[in-house]
């Protein structure tokens, strides 16, 4: 379908990325566990969801084994498959908490690296030709190590206090880490076709990505509202007047009754 395909899934990668890594950044201010519960989430379902899982099948719009794009998915399995890479990046953040601590690090990168590494491997199994499809191992160990390699890395950027210029050099590698561990997967993929067998069972995958395209863009914009108004509610309340007269004095200036004041010592 053209290198647009390829630009179109990096793009959705980065977006998701960075509003995953934005939304992480916001949990860091919230008050309670429930508020930042629910910003942990969103970024869940932004990185994992959107920047990953998504992204990775738009890019499959433009592999096809023959010249009819004869190749069907299982929707159950890609669905599936979305729901793993979610689960494992929330899993992930949870682990990490809000220290920077190298063996929480580790840990967190691991399964956020697995947790992808699985829903490739779950989603690859939902891909149906006519005749057969196998993948060699060696594509599935190196691209689970270039999986955790950017999911550690990803979650080191969380823990960094870094401008939004930096979050935006992070999202741009993780997008190119992600469509690189899925292309090294492709690499390893073997179809061998017959076409004595009948049509494989399965989903065109351009109408299932259709909706969840737009489902994807609007988990998108509901984080994304979110931080835009966030910062109206973690403003103080402005001082009242009352607190701001002169310590030891009424609200008309005068000293109260029963009040002394020392000269030269602030009251707070």
Known sequence: MGYWVLGLAALVSTVGALVGLICVRQSTHSVTQKFRLVWQVAAAVCLGGVGTWLAVFISMLGVAPTDDGLIRYESTRLVTAGVIAVVAVLAALLVLGMQADLPRLAAAGLIMGLG?????????????????????????????????????????????????????????????????????????????????????????????????????????????????????????????????????????????????????????
């Open 116 to 268: 992808t590494t699985g829903m490739m491997y779950v989603a690859m199994n939902g891909v149906h030709v006519r005749g057969s499809v196998r993948t060699a191992w060696w594509a599935v160990l190196v691209a689970a190590v270039i999986a955790i390699g950017i999911a550690t890395a990803t979650l080191w950027f969380i823990l960094r206090r870094t401008p939004i210029r930096v979050l935006i050099a992070a999202a741009v590698l993780f997008a190119v880490g992600t469509l690189g561990m899925h292309y090294v997967r492709l690499a390893g993929m073997a179809i061998e076709l017959d076409e004595s067998i009948a049509r494989p069972p399965g989903d065109d995958l351009f109408g299932f990505l259709v909706p969840m395209f737009v489902l994807g863009m609007l988990s998108l914009a509901v984080p994304i509202t979110a931080v835009l108004v966030a910062p109206d509610r973690r403003l103080r309340t402005a001082p009242t007047p009352a607190s701001t007269a002169t310590p030891g004095t009424g609200p008309s200036g005068a000293f109260d009754a029963g009040e002394t004041m020392v000269i030269g010592t602030p009251r707070f």
